[in-house]
Nanobody, 114 residues
Framework: QVQLVESGGGLVQPGGSLRLSCATS????????MGWYRQAPEKQRELVAT???????TYADSVKGRFTISRDNAKNTVYLQMNSLKSEDTAVYSC????????WGKGTLVTVSS
């Protein structure tokens, strides 16, 4: 079983930045795809960004140009750098890993508010 632990969430003002981390229990070389999802209260879960084993990245249109997904293979960690945050970015952000099965972290709350 792949275990994922997110961190870095918190309260930030509009226009601010935040960096989320997702630490994995195994080498990310063994994981086909990792990504970040988010879910606001009473809204559908949304795919934010992904990074493949080969390094290919994808982004939701709503975050392109503002968010960057990256990884550190030595630390078995995936990051989500979030800049120019808006109130509509408020959500629980969850890390996802896909290999033979799909695994989820428990999420970290990001609140964008004045």
């Amino acid at each position: 079983q792949v275990q994922l632990v997110e961190s870095g969430g918190g309260l930030v003002q509009p226009g601010g930045s935040l960096r989320l981390s997702c630490a994995t229990s195994q080498s990310i070389f063994d994981i086909y795809l990792m990504g970040w999802y988010r879910q606001a209260p009473e809204k559908q879960r949304e795919l934010v960004a992904t990074i493949s084993k080969g390094g290919t990245t994808t982004y939701a249109d709503s975050v392109k140009g503002r968010f960057t997904i990256s990884r550190d293979n030595a630390k078995n960690t995936v990051y989500l750098q979030m800049n120019s945050l808006k109130s509509e970015d408020t959500a629980v952000y969850s890390c996802n890993a896909r290999q033979f099965s799909t695994y989820w972290g428990k999420g970290t709350l990001v609140t964008v508010s004045s």
